[in-house]
Nanobody, 124 residues
Framework: QVQLVESGGGLVQAGGSLRLSCAPS????????KGWFRQAPGKERKFVAA????????AYADSVKGRFTISRDNAIDTVYLQMNNLKPEDTAVYYC?????????????????WGQGTQVTVSS
């Protein structure tokens, strides 16, 4: 079964940085658009960032613009989320997702595949 696997989460102090990675297991999502979403306890899953499959187009939630950067390496079928200047409100489970449409998508319901998530905790 093809799935996405996230890594790189952890505990960091406010102002610190983390880099999340997401790669497929059991298949490939090389030509899919990719996105990162996050879900805090008791809240709905929200869009963080997305990247098209090959033209470099990206989109970001307003809350992370200027702090987070999404990138991808299609040669190794991996998408990254570099998170700088982290804040306690960034604490959440972060999910990677892949979408067959290949273009930037910000709505979680259009994504076809999801990872299990990785916890990011930012202490004040």
């Amino acid at each position: 079964q093809v799935q996405l696997v996230e890594s790189g989460g952890g505990l960091v102090q406010a102002g610190g940085s983390l880099r999340l990675s997401c790669a497929p297991s059991g298949g490939t999502f090389r030509t899919h658009a990719k996105g990162w979403f996050r879900q805090a306890p008791g809240k709905e899953r929200k869009f963080v960032a997305a990247i098209a499959w090959n033209d470099g187009s990206t989109a970001y939630a307003d809350s992370v613009k200027g702090r987070f950067t999404i990138s991808r390496d299609n040669a190794i079928d991996t998408v990254y989320l570099q998170m700088n200047n982290l804040k306690p409100e960034d604490t959440a489970v972060y999910y990677c997702a892949a979408d067959r449409s290949r273009v930037v998508q910000t709505t979680p319901t259009v994504y076809d595949y999801w990872g299990q998530g990785t916890q990011v905790t930012v202490s004040s």
